[in-house]
C-alpha cells in the first residue's frame, strides 16, 4: 500500500538553531513530494514542492528539502529556526499515473520551537 | 487576490443527518479537491472536480457525494452523517489538472476548512 511516514509526532528545537522535519515514502515510481505547513484553525499552506531536478528544493520562508531516491525521503530542513515556525507540518506525496491530484499525506509532525 | 474560501466556518449536525459544504476556489482555477482531516491525522482525499467532472474518487463511501458549479465553485454532501465523521473538511484549488492524463503538477491551494462535529 502507498503510505508516507512522518516518524516524529513532534519535533523541539531551539530559536537560532538548524531543524530538520523528516518524511519517507512508499509510493512506487517517482511521485511528485510536497511540504505543507498548518497552523492552529487554519487550512494547509504551501512550503515547497519537488517535481524533478535538483534534489535540494528551497521553498517559502526560509524552509527546503532534500529528496533522496535511494532512500524514499524528503526531509524538510531550515537553517535557523524561529519561535513563529512552530506550527503541524505535512509531507505529501502524488503518485504518478494517478492521473489527478490524489495526493497522501503523512500524519504530520508538530514542531515546537523555543525562544 | 482572495484565496480559497469555504462556508460554512463550522457546523454541529446529529447522527443521520445530511450536511451541505461549500467552497470557492482561487480566480482562475478550475480543479478543486475535497479532503478529510480527522484530529490527530493528515488530510484524507475524498474527491476531485476539473471542469464540471469527477476526476479523482478516495476511500469513501457513497454517502459523500460533491459537484462542481460552472463558475467552478464546489459543494460536498455528505448524507446519514455518522459520529466518525467528524472532522476537519478541506477543500483545495488548483488550475489545471494532469497534462495527457498524468497527475499535475500543479499547487494546490488550501481554504480554511469547515469544522463538522456530528453528536
Known amino acids: 500500500a502507498q503510505s508516507v511516514a512522518q516518524p516524529e509526532d513532534q519535533v523541539n528545537v531551539a530559536e537560532g538553531n538548524p531543524l530538520t522535519v523528516k518524511c519517507t515514502y512508499s509510493v512506487s515510481g517517482n511521485p511528485y513530494l510536497f511540504w505543507y505547513v498548518q497552523y492552529p484553525n487554519r487550512g494547509l499552506q504551501f512550503l515547497l514542492k519537488?517535481?524533478?531536478?535538483?534534489?535540494l528544493v528551497k521553498g517559502s520562508y526560509g524552509f527546503e528539502a532534500e529528496f533522496n531516491k535511494s532512500q524514499t525521503s524528503f526531509h524538510l530542513k531550515k537553517p535557523s529556526a524561529l519561535v513563529s515556525d512552530s506550527a503541524l507540518y505535512f509531507c505529501a506525496v502524488r503518485p504518478r499515473g494517478t492521473g489527478g491530484f490524489k495526493t497522501i499525506f503523512g500524519a504530520g509532525t508538530r514542531l515546537f520551537v523555543k525562544a | 487576490d482572495a484565496g480559497v474560501t469555504q462556508s460554512p466556518t463550522h457546523l454541529i449536525k446529529t447522527r443521520g443527518q445530511q450536511v451541505t459544504l461549500r467552497c470557492s476556489p482561487i480566480s482562475g482555477h478550475k480543479s478543486v479537491s475535497w479532503y478529510q482531516q480527522v484530529l490527530g491525522q493528515g488530510p484524507q482525499f475524498i474527491f476531485q472536480?476539473?471542469?464540471?467532472?469527477?476526476?479523482g474518487r478516495g476511500n469513501f463511501p457513497d454517502r459523500f457525494s460533491a459537484r462542481q458549479f460552472p463558475n467552478y465553485s464546489s459543494e460536498l454532501n455528505v448524507n446519514a452523517l455518522l459520529l466518525g465523521d467528524s472532522a476537519l473538511y478541506l477543500c483545495a484549488s488548483s488550475a489545471h489538472r494532469g497534462l495527457a492524463g498524468g497527475p499535475s503538477t500543479d499547487t494546490q491551494y488550501f481554504g480554511p476548512g469547515t469544522r463538522l462535529t456530528v453528536l
Open positions: 472536480y476539473y471542469e464540471k467532472e469527477e476526476r
Open positions: 519537488y517535481i524533478t531536478g535538483d534534489n
